[in-house]
């Protein structure tokens, strides 16, 4: 196999078959489907059964209690036997030519890593969709250090050559949100060369009652998961003996993400008690793990200047505007 495509599922039998369709029907021959039903509780396994059952040489079903996303891709790595290993969400799709495209590109230019671009399409409860404006997050690196510098984390844009993954024990951390983040930090010091693919392969959708979007109170008490997800990434750096290269490339990433979009998220969360516990662990944990961090050289311009004003008794007034002018 030349390339391994990992889908997890849970529940999403309403964009299921458009997904499958566009993935069984991918113009690289050498490629498997390895689907991962996470617990489903709709007829999500039956519709993956049938694909199964068509096309039993590239479609592979795998069962396993509910545990979320992070364990059905981790499943997926463990299972796959392509050369390269790509992922995709079961509520969106993929062009058929996508994997075919970056693989091509991986193999010309012996990369480790392909990343295209995507259609960022916000669909309405009432089944309208609308095309969002491209984001200026995905773009083409010029080394693995430049690829802390404001990347786009999701893993369902990216080709990834399996023996990065396997060799390197790279798996999502499990029972939280915010995976994606660690995953795809944890990748970098593997990767030597890199491609880009300004293609949008990926429809990408952003519903309103996806995890991420969430307003219930369950919902946001997750939003304190960014500070383990983060501690991961620090121990896997510490422990490979990667810290001290990358020191100032994790400094800026980390600090920038709790202190821009995670102040934004903390912004938004309406249980007090739990927003002034989320505000009071964000800096102490910065403070902790980076004393320094206002004086990171890549901050610069109007971010160095936010980086320095924000504090505890300010970040919920300024989070909104503040957290959505820095993004970028």
């Known amino acids: 196999m030349k390339v391994s495509v990992i889908v997890p599922v849970y529940n999403t039998s309403k964009y299921l078959r458009r997904c499958a369709d566009h993935l069984v ?20 396994l039956s519709i993956l059964n049938e694909y199964k059952e068509k096309y039993p040489s590239k ?8 545990g979320g996303q992070a364990t059905a891709r981790n499943l997926g790595i463990k299972v796959a036997t392509g050369d ?11 062009e058929t030519n996508m994997f075919k495209t970056m693989y091509d590109e991986a193999i010309a230019k012996d990369a480790d890593y392909v990343e295209c671009y995507f259609h ?6 009432n089944g309208e969709t609308k095309e969002l404006p491209r984001r200026g997050d995905v773009r083409e690196y010029t080394s693995n250090k430049d690829m802390f510098i404001n990347p786009q984390v999701s893993p ?3 080709l990834y050559k399996a023996s990065i993954l396997k060799d ?10 915010y ?22 392969f990926v429809h990408y959708f952003l519903r309103s009652g996806s995890t991420m979007n969430s307003r219930s109170e369950a919902s946001q008490k997750k939003t304190g998961d960014i500070i383990p997800v983060l501690g991961d990434i620090l121990e896997f750096y510490k422990s490979n003996n990667f810290y001290d290269e990358y020191k100032y490339e994790l400094e800026y990433f980390i600090s920038k993400i709790l202190l821009c979009s995670n102040i934004s998220r903390i912004g938004r969360v309406t249980i007090r008690p739990l927003w002034r516990e989320l505000i009071k662990n964000t800096f102490s944990t910065l403070k902790e793990w980076f004393p320094n961090y206002s004086n990171n050289p890549y901050y610069k311009g109007k971010l160095k200047l936010y980086i320095k004003l924000i504090k505890p008794w300010n970040a919920r007034i300024i989070s909104l505007p503040l957290g959505r002018l820095m993004r970028g």
């Open 84 to 94: 390269y290993i790509g992922f995709a969400d079961s509520d969106d799709f993929v």
């Open 59 to 66: 479609v592979f079903v795998y069962s396993k209690e509910n």
């Open 120 to 125: 960022f399409i916000e669909e309405f409860p």
């Open 168 to 177: 390197n024990n790279i798996i999502f951390p499990e029972g939280l949100i």
């Open 25 to 44: 029907n991918q113009t690289l021959d050498e490629i498997e489907i390895i689907f991962i039903n996470d617990g489903s509780t709709d007829n999500s």
């Open 156 to 158: 369902w844009n990216k």
């Open 179 to 200: 995976e994606d983040t660690s995953f795809f930090i944890k990748t970098l010091p593997f990767i030597e060369r890199s491609a880009f693919i300004s293609d949008p």
